[in-house]
């Protein structure tokens, strides 16, 4: 195998550890606070600790974990600042474009007919998955709902942030999840907020998903109390 190849190689696998040992962090799977091994990952992971450390790495960049000096890596408790930041970044993005997105819809375009059927897919998918009390696919289906319609603007860096805005926020997600059970209730505003795309109503659009967006914000403080030993104020 020629150099470049292996190193494209271990890179592609450094990313699969991240992504693993990132999604079981932000569906807690794996708790915050708890500690995690190069070894430990390696053996689960069926990988070298190369690509273990180099996932260990981005994870550390993403704020997800800490490093704790001759101990190992802590997963990062959930900051309730980090958290409240990324819920008004994700506000600001979101809103501005999914009005631009209610703007510029037509059904009568092939793309946005294909578009459709794809989001409405997402959509019967999530009511299936609260069918099977399969939370973690709600959540990661819930992503995907709001990416799709994000890419219609076609802007990479929208994505790249919303994304890494999820990280910190999928967390408290998947906690407000377990204690409001509001499953449904967010697939049926999942419906709404795209019929006022398609009819071309930004306004309505804008009401829609703020208040998708916000509301759980009542219920947050109890759910922070509840698990205080999952949150750090800063």
């Known amino acids: 195998m020629a150099l470049q190849e292996l190193s494209t190689n271990r890179k592609t696998l450094g990313i ?89 819809w037509n059904s009568k375009e092939a793309k946005f007919r294909e578009l459709e059927d794809e989001i409405n897919n997402i959509i019967n998918q999530q009511e299936q998955a609260v069918a099977e009390q399969n939370y973690v696919s709600f959540v990661a289906l819930d992503g995907q709902f709001h990416e799709k319609i994000l890419s219609v603007i076609e802007n990479r860096t929208v994505l790249v942030v919303m994304n890494q805005m999820r990280a910190h926020l999928n967390r408290m997600r998947y906690l407000e999840l377990l204690e409001a059970r509001h499953e449904q209730i967010g697939i ?47």
């Open 16 to 104: 699969k550890a991240y992504q693993a040992i990132r999604d079981e962090i932000i569906s807690l799977q794996i708790k915050p606070g708890e500690m995690i091994y190069e070894n430990g990952i390696s053996a689960q992971l069926g990988v070298s600790r190369t690509p273990v450390r180099e996932a260990f790495n981005m994870l550390l960049k993403d704020e997800l974990i800490e490093i704790l000096p001759q101990k190992g890596a802590q997963v990062a408790l959930i900051s309730q600042q980090k958290v409240a930041e990324a819920q008004y970044v994700r506000e600001c993005l979101e809103v501005s474009t999914f009005k631009i997105v209610a703007s510029m």
């Open 188 to 234: 049926d505003q999942h419906k709404e907020i795209f019929a006022a795309i398609r009819a071309n109503d930004p306004s309505k659009t804008e009401i829609l998903l703020a208040w998708h967006l916000r509301i759980l914000d009542d219920v947050r403080p109890d759910i922070i109390k509840k698990y205080s030993h999952f949150f750090k104020e800063s």
